[in-house]
């Protein structure tokens, strides 16, 4: 089975601070890790996603994720926080089996401060 | 126009009745998903497709059908409306053959009273 855990259901930074949202997850084949976006009263959008290759990957919006085998960790983050930040993030991974069905975490909500 | 429409995007309904979400899309993507959103949850799958003649229950399925009448539409019904069925209900695709990057419409907000 494959488990996502988000630590910190809430996350405030000020504007121009670093963004950083964890997140660690449990896989039994080896991962493909994936961070949404979702905008108040949107769907989901793809921020980034690692599946093979190089562990530091660049997404939209200036973020950017690494992959941490040692660690099974995926953390995000942006140098710089924008007020158009604010959202709630989903990081996701796949399932074990030839579905690869995405199993997702519990979100963390992004506020920017001015 | 979107490139996944769901509706309604809102809907109250009564316990017991029967509700119909609806979803299509344009992408031509060969698969499709029906998702849950519950506060503090994340996302719970709830049936998906990889193609017309296929249909695979999720995580949460007990409760809900769907149907797959095209490569294009894919519908969720709920046959008897409880309360903890109300929540945010995505439908998602993704194409055959890349990494599993799925794309969601923007959400049906359903409230059973």
């Known amino acids: 089975a494959q488990s996502v855990t988000q630590l910190g259901s809430h996350v405030s930074v000020s504007e121009g601070a670093l963004v950083l949202l964890r997140c660690n997850y449990s896989?039994?084949?080896?991962?493909?890790l994936f961070w949404y976006v979702q905008y108040p009263n949107q769907g989901l959008q793809l921020l980034l996603k690692y599946t093979t290759g190089a562990t530091l990957v660049k997404g939209i919006n200036g973020f950017e994720a690494e992959f941490k085998k040692s660690e099974t960790s995926f953390h995000l983050t942006k140098p710089s926080a924008h007020m158009s930040d604010a959202a709630e993030y989903f990081c996701a991974v796949t399932g074990s089996g030839s579905a690869r069905q995405l199993t997702f975490g519990s979100g963390t909500q992004l506020t920017v401060l001015p | 126009d979107a490139d996944v429409t769901q509706t309604p995007r809102n809907r109250i309904t009564k316990t017991g009745k029967r509700i119909m979400l609806e979803c299509s899309q344009t992408k031509g993507h060969d698969r499709m998903y029906w998702y849950r959103q519950d506060p503090g949850l994340g996302l719970r799958l709830i049936y998906y497709s990889f193609d017309v003649k296929d249909i695979n229950k999720g995580e949460i399925s007990d409760g809900y059908s769907v149907s797959r009448q095209a490569q294009a539409k894919f519908s969720l019904s709920l046959e008897s409306a409880i309360p903890n069925q109300t929540a945010l209900y995505f439908c998602?695709?993704?194409?055959?053959?890349?990494?599993?990057?799925?794309?969601f419409g923007e959400g049906s907000w359903l409230t059973v009273v």
């Open positions: 998602a695709t993704s194409p055959t053959g890349e990494t599993n990057t799925i794309y």
């Open positions: 896989s039994s084949v080896p991962p493909y």
